[in-house]
């Protein structure tokens, strides 16, 4: 089955300087690659996602980038401010349609330091 | 709010003994996925349905057990619980013709003493 890592596993940053989370994937078959963000004891929410025929996406201060001959996707915050404290998932997408499975990678816990 | 609704939110249980957690799904939403996340551990896909039938199976053990029902919620079942059982489940919705974003409920904290 598909096998998604993820680095690092905690991040600190400066308010103010960006931060980088990579991730990797084994299935090449694999078609669409979310970010998720979870904030302490709450639910995970879609920060950004990305598909397969795209090789970059920018929201603001967010961006991600997908190397399909590579297998790897990376997650980019600039400007990193206090509220993007949380842990940051990075999943990718198996098979389509009505049948899909979504693996997520191990989480990057970002704390942004004043 | 995502719009998806878990029940109970939180649940306190012996080893060995059976439990039953409810989602009921975004209005529209067709899919139903379901994951445990462990303590300070990543989100472990169990299991998804779509309009009542199982579409993708994760590692979910022989223990649990999940079904969506007419209505569309769903509920996972878990028997003989072990300590290790322990986790945060969650529920997440998706229309379900794409691929696309799901949209998770709070969860259920389960915790087996």
């Known amino acids: 089955g598909e096998n998604v890592e993820q680095h690092p596993s905690t991040l600190s940053v400066q308010e103010g300087d960006s931060a980088v989370i990579k991730c990797t994937y084994s299935?090449?078959?694999?078609?669409?690659f979310p970010w998720y963000k979870q904030e302490l004891g709450k639910r995970p929410q879609l920060i950004i996602d990305?598909?397969?025929?795209?090789g970059e996406k920018k929201d603001q201060r967010i961006a991600v980038t997908l190397n399909k001959t590579a297998k790897h996707f990376s997650l980019h915050i600039t400007e990193t401010q206090p509220e993007d404290s949380a842990v940051y998932f990075c999943?990718?997408?198996?098979?389509?349609?009505?049948?899909?499975?979504?693996?997520f990678g191990t989480g990057t816990r970002l704390q942004v330091t004043l | 709010d995502s719009g998806v609704t878990q029940t109970p939110k939180h649940l306190i249980t012996a080893t060995g003994q059976r439990v039953t957690l409810r989602c009921s799904p975004r209005?529209?939403?067709?899919?139903v996925y379901w994951y445990q996340q462990s303590l300070d551990q990543g989100l472990q896909f169990l299991i998804q349905?779509?309009?009542?039938?199982?579409?993708a199976k994760g590692n979910i053990l022989e223990r649990f057990s999940a079904q969506q029902f007419p209505d569309l919620h769903s509920e996972l079942n878990l028997s003989s619980l072990e300590l290790g059982d322990s986790a945060l489940y969650f529920c997440?919705?998706?229309?379900?013709?794409?691929?696309?974003?799901?949209?998770f409920g709070e969860g259920s904290r389960l915790t087996v003493l």
């Open positions: 209005s529209g939403d067709l899919s």
């Open positions: 299935d090449s078959a694999s078609n669409y």
């Open positions: 349905y779509y309009n009542g039938e199982e579409r």
């Open positions: 999943a990718a997408a198996q098979g389509g349609g009505t049948a899909s499975k979504l693996t």
């Open positions: 997440a919705s998706s229309p379900g013709s794409v691929t696309g974003e799901l949209f």
């Open positions: 990305i598909r397969s025929n795209v």
